[in-house]
């Protein structure tokens, strides 16, 4: 597949890595000649210095026979136009475009993306995005990192594993027999900074970072099982009132099972807009870090806080500032994926990074076969990929012991019609089956592989 690539920052270059690594004819095209030189040098890409939007620029970045064009600058016009002159001047068949403004997503002004106004196939947008994945994490407080599959039918859930978790020092295989019924398998799991998909053999060590797949109406016995408390948020401190915390303060306030939240907002313009907006929230014009408006929060009574202003220091220190005043659940937006290492020190429980949600909602809509939701781990370390299998892909009709996956390649999930069923080696995979499968980086190829149509499909 060729593909371009507009935007070479952080989202572009995340794309480009990994549609590189799976031998895709990538052209990154960026204004920044450092940003290509950067692609082009550490990845195995093309690379076009000039603004996106150029026809001149595109037709250099080969756009003539071009698969597909992903605009990811960080203008939503530039992306917006490149979108209109890949298709009226180039017709390349499929245009994803990032946008930011929430004005362009509004559902009252959805026919603008049609193909004759502005052809945009998919919009994908990062505040949404990340808002939706702020209200994952608050739905697990326990885990790390959570995301849902098989439409809610089943949930990773990323939890550090202690000294309280009941299976440690336990061979994996011998969850069957513990937990007969329980329906979770461990997909994945980080040991000393490596990521790895476990044998059956393996065991669990304290320090370990386990990534589960569980069915929907077994992660409360999950979280038991590997030592997690399971307590609802019934009262959540948004710090930062922007296009994040409104949406997921909009979120909350609509949701039968009521939740109490304040948002605490430093921008007097944008606290005003965010109270207005909002029906049953109470909205505080105040620094997030300051530990008397914190108080009149009510901090240390809060289930939980979400720190999701757009700058990470300010995140980072308002999650501990509110740990230290009693708040139990710290949850903070990261950009930089450097800070990371900084959230175990820091005693911050769980974080957002927007990059990595951007990035597997747009890697969602490249891949082959019938792909339905993919989600990035870590650094773009591994993917959990849920799939339609189709009667051509190689693994139909087979049992899922006699499939040859790659060994950085786990089932986590099956649907079959409406029910989520039990994982085992004599599962026997069919056509119209709905799969979810944990894949490290350099096996997503081989599972594109096994889960794509061949050409007599057709």
């Known amino acids: 597949m060729k593909v371009i690539i507009c935007g070479a920052g952080q989202v572009g270059w995340q794309i480009a890595r990994h549609l590189a690594s799976e031998r895709n004819d990538v052209t990154v095209v960026d204004n920044n000649a450092d940003l290509v030189r950067r692609a082009t040098d550490s990845l195995d890409v093309q690379g076009v210095a000039g603004f996106a939007s150029y026809p001149d620029v595109l037709e250099r970045a080969g756009a003539r026979d071009a698969d597909m064009i992903i605009a990811a600058t960080y203008s939503d016009e530039v992306n917006m136009v490149t979108c209109q002159v890949a298709h009226s001047v180039f017709s390349i068949p499929r245009k994803i475009a990032r946008l930011r403004s929430q004005s362009y997503l509004r559902a009252i002004y959805s026919d603008l993306y049609r193909r004759d106004h502005v052809p945009i196939d998919v919009v994908i947008s990062p ?73 059956p053999e393996d065991q669990l060590f304290e320090g370990d970072s386990a990534y589960i797949m569980s069915h929907a109406d ?9 030592g997690k408390p399971n307590h609802k948020q019934e009262r959540v401190v948004l710090i930062g009132g922007g296009n994040v915390g409104l949406m997921v303060a909009r979120e909350l306030e609509s949701r039968a099972e009521r939740v109490r939240a304040k948002v605490i907002e430093k921008n007097r313009k944008c606290a005003e807009h965010a109270a207005e907006a909002l029906e049953k929230t109470i909205v505080l014009h105040g620094d997030g870090l300051d530990a008397a408006l914190l108080a009149e929060a009510n901090i240390d009574r809060a289930d939980a806080v979400l720190c999701v202003t757009d700058d990470d220091k300010t995140n980072m220190l308002a999650a501990v500032r509110a740990k230290a005043e009693g708040c139990p659940m710290a949850i903070a937006l990261i950009n930089d994926p ?28 490249i891949r082959h076969g019938r792909v339905r939701a993919v989600y990035s781990i870590g650094d773009a370390e591994a993917e959990v990929i849920e799939a339609e299998v189709l009667s051509t892909s190689p693994i139909a009709g087979q049992r899922v012991r006699d499939i040859q996956f790659p060994e950085g390649v786990l089932v986590g999930a099956v649907r079959k019609g409406e029910k989520v069923v039990k994982i085992s080696g004599d599962l026997r995979i069919e056509e119209g089956d709905i799969i979810v499968i944990f894949a490290l980086s350099e096996d997503v190829a081989e599972v594109e592989r096994l889960l794509q149509v061949s050409i007599d499909f057709f």
């Open 127 to 199: 505040e949404r995005e990340v808002a939706a994945a702020a209200l994952q994490r608050l739905s697990a407080p326990a885990a790390f990192d959570t995301e849902r599959f098989l439409e809610g039918g089943a949930q990773l859930l990323g939890l550090v594993i202690d000294e309280n978790c009941p299976i440690v020092n336990t061979p994996l295989r011998q969850l069957t027999d513990l937990f007969s019924t329980l329906r979770a398998v461990v997909v994945g799991v980080r040991r000393d900074g490596t990521l790895f998909a476990p044998e």
């Open 218 to 226: 077994d992660v409360g016995r999950t979280l038991e099982i590997f």
């Open 338 to 365: 450097t800070l990371v290492p900084l959230m175990d020190p820091l005693g911050v429980d769980a974080y957002i990074n927007p990059r990595a949600t951007t990035v597997s909602s747009i890697l969602r809509h």
